[in-house]
């Protein structure tokens, strides 16, 4: 990356832009906090962040009128063309939602469905501040196509089955295609190829070997589902002999780079192993109460040091895609379920969304944390908003407190991914709202209609 | 009350308005649900309500454009001027919490600054299609002026307690002063008079046999705290053997009508009186999580036929003021307390924000759901908001879904309340929310230095 600085010029195929005015939460490893800060942004990278006198502005100058700026939310587990599904079924048992309602309705989809339910996703997303994502869900290339179209990063996973999926019998062909498809473009695409093996039931040993190979000879990340009910474990355990963690780590799953959602049912050996073989733990709060999946072991993950960040999962089972507002939830169900008030601070909890999302995509070199010569994915919040007031600049952890308890995805104002402003005072740049909403719409009722619910 | 109706024409005191193309959850005992609908309000009342070829339209048109409209939310506990402490002491114990942070603040509140957080408290109650509330507090005076001006209808109980409030040493006399100033005057200013004996443990028992006097001679409600923690149902049990439930009914409190809020650490006897005595719940989940307080029993509680709404507690404990969004937390944290998807509809989660809410201050008879004849309390949600989509309009529990699992408060477009529009398009009509909002900064910044913590 050779970063050149010129002032006052546009340049090669993109523009410097200094923003001012900000108040700026690095949530990098210093927890550096500039009350009154610039960050100067070149193409894709910040090139300079720090306190205004210490920064000079360059570019294109825009006024963040005291704006709270901070690295962009990292969502690390959902299903992309899931608000196709909303509502449709609430308060179900998992067994009626799934047979009932959601394999069905999910057998009609289309590419074409897919990518509009994909494109809501990351409408849902930009408008809540989430600039980076991981997938994992089928018909990957209309995903990818929606989020390429959406400037978002994502992290895509197509995901293999035995049984096959909607899309197609043969998923791991499928994965395959894809990551041909994708590999080595990510600079360009902000599509990053991953490979995702369902869950431990619903992948055959066979299969689960052949995804090792595949994440191994692509340098992949294993995006899958581990523990997330105890029914998981009980099937597993009468099929192996093993809990659904050292099943996947006997067939050498774990040794690959892996990303786990849920984790909920797991016992102090297989929390030894996610210890032991780096395994990434998305925290998916919302959907795991609803779906009465059971409540995340948090403490002992962090004792042992285990990485944990954060999911909404699909709006099939939330509804909602908005993170911020489910990390909310997530700390205070921690809270309750250790009986310690103490137990996660907000700044922990923000970490959660940003940096140690990062970390669980291999991307805190680059997102995660607002630094020079990272990569420009910036949001702000507008403090000017109602729910946050009052607000005192003068206490850093007031801020963490109004982004945490205060705050949903509605006070997010403006989005930059890899350096683009996508919105700009809840303005979208890119994104084409009516249209979207509208396709979604239309796509939701064909295949809800078909399946007999509407 | 005597209804004229006239066509297009303004009369008296008031305007007739006929709102069109209307998707109307009416909440009332029958469900009835019109996916096109009118609705025409005369002054303070609705009038006439049901599907638009149904009604003959007069007065001024309004066209909703197909939003959801429902009966306005009712939040049956707060702390009106609490968004001053918002976010100063955060993941604490309780004890940190109030001997080192919110106590010492309070003691600096004065009435003008107590004037300014209640008037930010209604902001984002409006904002967030909260019509109607439950305050308990002192600077009554204040706080009843502020919600005057706001136009919202507040139930105000002014504390009391054994050892004085920062306003004043006697509570007593300060509640019967307030009481005296606007009991009979309710249905010009929409404010309600109560009565807030604090809790158990902060009363003595003739604090709370004064109390029993002037509820029944005024015939007041009670709004108190009841087995918020263990701790207290440890003190109160300390001091005289009994539960805080069986206390306070020992000194006939429970012989009036009593509004209670938390409700957690109740034993099955606890629960029998609060049957028998037609004690009503307030259930504060996002507090009670955020404090460790514990989960309230609800499924005893609904199996004894006993009465929950839903508060959001201040903002102090919470820390938003959002009761929509708090609603899918304290719903979702039962399915799972339970292990049971199916506990809690998202419908019968709706009734608690609206007609149990207006049942619990005995104003089901005027508010709560929209009815000819009831008055005029009458919120809409932006179907076009982003986190809504796809949303289908044939399936009435698709909406209900929409409303509890994926809107939050600022998906409430319109708020009316006795009759008078207060936010039309999200564009407010009476308040002024800069100056408040900056007066509310001002508050707080004063309070919290003179107490050291700013």
């Known amino acids: 990356m050779n970063i050149r600085i010129k002032d006052d010029t546009e340049h090669g195929n993109g523009t410097i832009y200094s923003f001012i005015n900000c108040t700026i939460l690095t949530m990098d490893n210093e927890d550096h906090y500039y009350p009154s800060g610039t ?5 894709d990278r910040i090139v ?3 306190s205004s006198q210490d920064i000079v502005t360059r570019g294109h100058v825009i006024d963040m009128g005291n704006k709270i700026v901070l690295p962009g939310f990292i969502n690390t587990h959902t299903h992309s063309p899931s608000p196709l599904f909303r509502g449709m079924a609430d308060d ?5 939602w799934l047979n009932k309602k959601l394999w069905p309705a999910e057998k009609n989809l289309t590419g074409e469905i897919a990518y509009w339910g994909t494109s809501q996703t990351c409408l849902e997303f930009l408008e809540s501040g989430i600039t980076t994502f991981a997938d994992q869900y089928f018909y990957s290339e209309s995903v990818a196509k929606a989020v390429e179209t959406s400037g978002l990063r994502g992290f895509i996973a197509p995901s293999v089955f035995t049984n096959g999926s909607p899309e197609t019998k043969d998923t791991i062909q499928a994965a395959v295609d894809f990551i041909e498809k994708y590999k080595g473009k990510e600079e360009n695409t902000l599509i990053y190829p991953c490979i995702g093996p369902h869950a431990p039931y619903s992948c055959s040993s066979d299969v689960l070997k052949a995804v090792v190979e595949i994440a191994s000879s692509y340098d992949l990340l294993i995006h899958t589902h581990i523990s997330e009910t105890m029914d998981e474990n009980r099937e597993i355990y009468e099929l192996t002999g093993l809990t659904p963690t050292q099943y996947l780590d006997s067939l050498g799953i774990l040794d690959q780079k892996v990303l786990a959602a849920h984790c909920i049912h797991l016992n102090q050996k297989d929390m030894e192993i996610f210890k032991e073989k780096k395994v990434r733990v998305s925290y998916n709060p919302v959907s795991n109460l609803k779906l009465v999946s059971g409540i995340m072991p948090f ?7 285990i990485l944990v960040s954060l999911g909404t999962d699909g709006a099939q089972s939330n509804n909602s895609l908005d993170l911020i507002k489910d990390l909310k939830t997530g700390v205070l169900i921690q809270k309750q379920q250790y009986n310690d008030a103490t137990f996660i601070s907000a700044k922990e909890a923000l970490k959660m969304v940003t940096i140690n999302g990062a970390k669980a995509l291999d991307m805190d070199h680059e997102i995660g944390s607002l630094e020079k010569g990272k990569k ?4 702000a919040m507008d403090m000017n908003k109602t729910n946050m007031n009052p607000l005192h600049r003068s206490v850093v952890s007031n801020l963490h407190s109004a982004i945490v308890y205060s705050a949903d995805g509605s006070n997010v104002s403006d989005v930059i991914v890899n350096g683009k402003i996508l919105m700009k005072d809840r303005q979208l740049m890119s994104m084409k709202r009516q249209e979207i909403l509208k396709q979604t719409q239309k796509g939701a009722e064909v295949i809800l209609k078909k399946a007999g619910l509407l």
Chains 1, 2 share one sequence.
């Open 376 to 379: 420009a994915d910036i949001i």
């Open 48 to 50: 300079d962040i720090g």
């Open 299 to 305: 403490k002992e993950l962090r004792e042992k040091g």
């Open 92 to 96: 179900l048992s998992l067994m009626d």
């Open 39 to 43: 960050i100067v942004i070149e193409n």
